[in-house]
Structure formats: structure tokens, C-alpha cells
């Protein structure tokens, strides 16, 4: 019986990679399957890793009905073995249950990737979902780290290198700084006190000397 298996982790943490690795092994078995996406910072229709590989996809928005793709598909005679969701937190629910319902009706394993909570430590509806009906859960082992060196857990949304905790769930960006909108992975200390790499250079430059006489 297919499964539905859901791997969810933080940003840098290697999602797509694992995402395009995943379809890799499976084309090299001979396998022919369909790659999902939605909103990749690299544009539409793209699957890609910050390592720099990359693939084409199905973009999928609010209103796509994943059944009625994958059905589609099979009844035009396409060969689909397996199905790899990538950013599946902006994923509807009904779509969700759409991927659900291709691994237990057709038969065909599905492989959703996607982060648990956005920059205010909210669930997103899709990963919401995704943990409530996978038959699997699986945390990425590879470690993203926060500036300061520990474990980053929770993403960070920028603007200008200071953490915002207000505004729309998705917005586009990406975690090299190089624009004014950007995200961020930091610890659970560094991310209650808002305090990114750039506001952590900014507080130690400024910091006073501790008052104690000179001895």
C-alpha cells in the first residue's frame, strides 16, 4: 500500500535537495513520476535547492485540484509511479487530501516536503494538515544552525535585516539577505528576543562598557 510521507524541517535544512534527490533515485530506477510546487524562490513551475540543482515541476496555486491533475494525467495514458509535493505548507487542505487520497486510491506513493510553521510560529494549513493525515512524519536530520552556532527551530521573516512579526503568511524571499524582504532561521531564545545576525552586530557595536571603577 503507497504512503503518504510528509518531511518538514526549517529553512536550510534541505528540503528540496532532498526533494530533487528523491526524484533522482527514483528516475534511476527506471520510475516516472510528477514533481508539485508552489511559490519557489527561483519562479514558477521549479523545484530548486540553494545548492544550486533544480528541476521542473507543476505549479500548484490555491485553486488546483491535485486529484483531478494526477487523474488527468493517467487517464491521457502519462505513466505516474510516485509524486513529489515540494513546499507543501502553502498547500491547501482540501489539496492535502488530494495527495492523500492519490496513495491510497491510485496506489501511488507521495512524498510531501515542506516547513511546519511560518515566521510567527504558526502552523501553516498545509503542514497542518499533512501531520494530521501522513502516515509518516519525518524531521530533517540536517541541522540549520542560528547565527549564534545553536540549533535554529523557528523561521524569522526580515526587513532589512530586523525580524518582523506582523504581515501576510507567504511572502517570497530567501535566506542570503540579498534583498529587503528575507528570512531568517534562529534559535528559540534568539527568535523571542527578535534578534537576527544583523541586529545582533548592531547591539554589540553599540554596547556600553559595564559599569565598574577601573582598577
Not at 510528509?6 to 535544512?13: A, E, K, Y
Not at 515541476?57 to 495514458?77: I, K
Amino acid at each position: 500500500m503507497a504512503e503518504l510521507h510528509f518531511f518538514t524541517g526549517t529553512m536550510d535544512c534541505g528540503k528540496s535537495t532532498l526533494a530533487l534527490q528523491t526524484d533522482y533515485n527514483h528516475r534511476r530506477r527506471g520510475l516516472s513520476g510528477l514533481m508539485l510546487t508552489s511559490h519557489d524562490r527561483a519562479g514558477e513551475a521549479t523545484v530548486s535547492s540553494r545548492l544550486g540543482l533544480s528541476a521542473d515541476a507543476v505549479e500548484v496555486s490555491p485553486s488546483t485540484q491535485l486529484w483531478s491533475v494526477v487523474a488527468a494525467r493517467l487517464a491521457a495514458g502519462e505513466r505516474i509511479d510516485y509524486v513529489i509535493g515540494d513546499e507543501a505548507q502553502f498547500y491547501t487542505s482540501e489539496q492535502v487530501d488530494d495527495l492523500g487520497r492519490v496513495a491510497d486510491e491510485l496506489d501511488v506513493p507521495v512524498y510531501a516536503f515542506g516547513i511546519l510553521t511560518d515566521f510567527r510560529t504558526r502552523l501553516f494549513p498545509g503542514s497542518a494538515r499533512l501531520v494530521e493525515l501522513a502516515d509518516r512524519v519525518e524531521t530533517l536530520q540536517v541541522e540549520a544552525l542560528c547565527w549564534c552556532g545553536r540549533r535554529a527551530t523557528h523561521n524569522a521573516r526580515t526587513v532589512g535585516g530586523i525580524m518582523v512579526t506582523e504581515g501576510e503568511q507567504v511572502v517570497v524571499g530567501d535566506t542570503d539577505g540579498a534583498g529587503v524582504v528575507g528570512y531568517e532561521v534562529l534559535c528559540r531564545h534568539h527568535h523571542r528576543r527578535r534578534m537576527t545576525a544583523v541586529s545582533a552586530r548592531v547591539a554589540e557595536a553599540g554596547a556600553e562598557p559595564l559599569p565598574f571603577a577601573a582598577g
